[in-house]
């Protein structure tokens, strides 16, 4: 069992920036991929950001990317999501998830995780 927690979210105007975390617990010694998703009401879970387990590989969506950095510390089982120029269109709850399978590598769809936080409301005023 993995346990995720999200922090960081909160109000932001447009053009601000949050920093978003995700600290892991339980059984975080094997290698996981870790992906970032957010949803808004009546909307499916979209794919933002996955990194692996090594850190080396990094996907972004392409609504997010050169905007927003994935990043993870694994000595503090911490991972992170730097958002930056946030605009009303990215207000949605973000949750991270974790992909203790092996593959490695982190999936674009939310059925490739196995443990997903919480999640933390991100609201970005115009």
């Known amino acids: 069992q993995v346990q995720l927690a999200e922090s960081g979210g909160g109000l932001v105007q447009a053009g601000g920036s949050l920093r978003l975390s995700c600290a892991a617990s339980g059984r975080t010694s094997g290698s996981y991929a870790v992906g970032w998703f957010r949803q808004v009401p009546g909307k499916e879970r979209e794919f933002v950001s996955g990194i692996s387990w090594s850190g080396i590989r990094t996907y972004i969506a392409a609504v997010v990317k050169g905007r927003f950095t994935i990043s993870r510390d694994n000595v503090k089982t911490t991972f992170y999501l730097e958002m930056n120029s946030l605009q009303p269109e990215d207000t949605a709850r973000y949750y991270c998830?974790?992909?203790?399978?092996?593959?490695?590598?982190?999936?674009?769809?939310?059925?490739?995780?196995?443990?997903w936080g919480q999640g933390t409301q991100v609201i970005v005023s115009s």
């Open positions: 998830a974790a992909d203790v399978s092996g593959r490695g590598v982190p999936g674009g769809t939310p059925g490739q995780y196995d443990y």
